[in-house]
């Protein structure tokens, strides 16, 4: 009897595993794997530690790197041959406390200006190793990898092997990098599990809800991350280390804050606006967005999380014309059609969740049933995407499964830029705010018009149909173009409030109209 039962509970479970799962085909998932562990190595305090390098600004680059000697030189020597440094920058440094944690000294030095798409050796501090980068192209074709959620499993070591064979020139990480949750020495030995990669092709990220730290009254958020990762945030005007954007070749990359103020009335929100409305198409013909929490999730776990932002920020986008999104934070692989508001729409941007780089929470195996219809791909396994902007117009995406120890290609598109589609990609002042003055301003001035008229026929007692008919259409565009608005954003104000009234002013010039006008009284009354 018991022998029966405990078969009956294992095909139940392996029944609810497989229920649990979508688009997998045949695939059986390998069990998860435990968190790696760092063996404590005595380096000299000097010696440079957890490099990393990030793109800073045109043609320059950061390098970060940490010692314990606090004496350490912040300098970086570099060249293009191997021990042979023709130059030599300064940069700055910064250390954190952390409850009981004091972190070495951090190092920040910018380098440059560089030659694209070369290789450079450098050395940091004035001795240790020598590390070697190579600087992106500045034309197409460009390659980017993509993994979020990365952690420090074993997972985490089988993708960064697979990121390792890939030939890339940037990294994109949307979010939750260490998975420190505040034990610091966990930042430590991340920062030397990913070394190998960081140091020599620029890593770009941007803050998951791992990175937060907060602990009330004691500790800020986001303190270790915006210390160890710093980002050209000043180089892009902006005032938070939570967000910014940067040029690659011909892609403007937009890195956004999920855990950063994003209402209309926030710093991120007149920054975006700001940023999108300096984008040239004709020089950077790709526009991509990076962010953590998804605004198109079809798995069951972390479900309307990322609505409020998406309520905000969206119309932004849409009318910039945003080809692509990456997010994380769903620890499973998902890609759209391109969407907006809801819904597949050609003018919108293609979303895609890869929140599963190898954390240790383990993988999101339940989803929706049915599927929405804007969902093109889904599965829970880990893995990483490579994306190739071959040209102006065409990029080939490719999503690539732990399949064990080998990377297998598991979902793959060829992507169409909006360059072209007879969508808006002019950017948002051209759809929103220059085109709203510029309509605003001139449908005022004809209402100015018609109410001037009005009066002087009225003071004639007469009637100017002229004024009536004018009044009449001003009100009825009013309504229709604020209408549309407020169906775009579902924002009261001020679209909304305003089609609201023209609705009412167009349904009383109307009823003048077909009243015959003002009524005067007789000269007896």
Not at 89 to 115: A, D, F, M, N, R
Not at 141 to 168: E, M, N, R
Not at 176 to 202: I, N, T
């Amino acid at each position: 009897m018991r022998f029966t039962m405990k078969i009956l509970l294992h095909l139940l479970t392996v029944i609810l595993f497989i229920g649990g799962t979508v688009f997998a085909g045949d695939y059986v998932r390998p069990p998860p794997r435990k968190t790696l562990h760092f063996p404590w190595d005595p380096k000299p305090s000097s010696q440079p530690q957890q490099v990393h390098i990030s793109l800073a600004g045109d043609k320059h680059m950061r390098v970060t790197w940490i010692t314990n000697d606090g004496s350490s030189p912040s300098i970086v020597e570099y060249g293009t041959s191997p021990g042979k440094y023709s130059a030599i920058s300064q940069g700055e440094s910064t250390k954190y406390s952390y409850v009981l944690y004091s972190s070495g000294k951090i190092h920040h030095t910018v380098i440059g200006p560089l030659q694209d798409n070369t290789t450079y050796f450098y050395r940091c501090g004035g001795e240790g190793l020598e590390f070697q980068l190579k600087t992106p192209p500045s034309k197409f074709p460009v390659t980017f990898a993509v993994a979020g959620d990365l952690g420090q499993t074993g997972w985490t070591k089988s993708t960064l092997d697979h990121i390792d064979q890939c030939k890339y020139d940037v990294h994109l990480l949307p979010g939750d990098l260490s998975y420190a949750d505040c034990f610091q020495h966990r930042w430590d030995s991340f920062g030397q599990l990913v070394q190998p990669l960081a140091s020599s092709r620029p890593w770009m990220v941007t803050q998951g809800n791992h990175e937060k730290e907060r602990i009330l009254f004691l500790e800020d958020g986001f303190v270790s991350y915006n210390s160890r990762w710093k980002m050209p945030f000043a180089e892009s005007e902006s005032a938070s280390n939570l967000y910014y954007s940067f040029d690659v070749a011909g892609v403007h990359i937009i890195m956004l804050g999920s855990y950063a103020p994003y209402d209309e009335h926030s710093d991120q929100y007149s920054w975006l606006k700001a940023d999108l409305l300096k984008v040239d198409r004709k020089r950077t013909p790709w526009l991509v967005m990076l962010f953590h929490v998804p605004w198109y999730n079809s798995n069951r776990a972390h479900q309307g999380e990322g609505d409020d932002m998406m309520a905000s920020m969206e119309p932004l986008l849409y009318a910039a014309g945003a080809d692509l999104v990456f997010t994380g934070h769903v620890h499973a692989y998902e890609r759209t059609k391109r969407v907006y508001n809801g819904k597949s729409d050609p003018c919108g941007a293609v979303h895609i969740t890869i929140g599963d780089g190898g954390n240790r929470e383990g993988l999101a195996h339940r989803y929706k049933q049915p599927p929405p219809e804007w969902s093109v791909f889904r599965e829970a396994s880990f893995g990483h995407g490579e994306l190739k902007m071959v040209n102006s117009t065409h990029a080939f995406w490719s999503w690539h499964r732990n399949d064990d120890d080998e990377s297998v290609r598991s979902d793959q598109v060829w992507i169409t830029s909006l360059i072209g589609s007879g969508c808006n990609t002019r950017g948002y002042s051209k759809k929103g705010s220059l085109a709203s003055l510029g309509g605003g301003l001139g449908t005022g001035f004809l209402l100015i018009l018609a109410g001037y008229l009005s009066l002087q026929a009225f003071h004639k007692r007469k009637n100017s149909y002229f004024a009536l008919f004018l009044e009449t259409g001003c009100a009825a565009v009013l309504a229709w173009v604020m209408g549309q608005r407020y169906m775009q954003t579902s924002k009261i104000m001020p679209a909304g409030v305003v089609a609201g009234i023209s609705v009412v002013m167009t349904g009383f010039y109307l009823y003048k109209l077909a009243s015959g006008g003002n009524h005067f009284p007789s000269k007896a009354e």
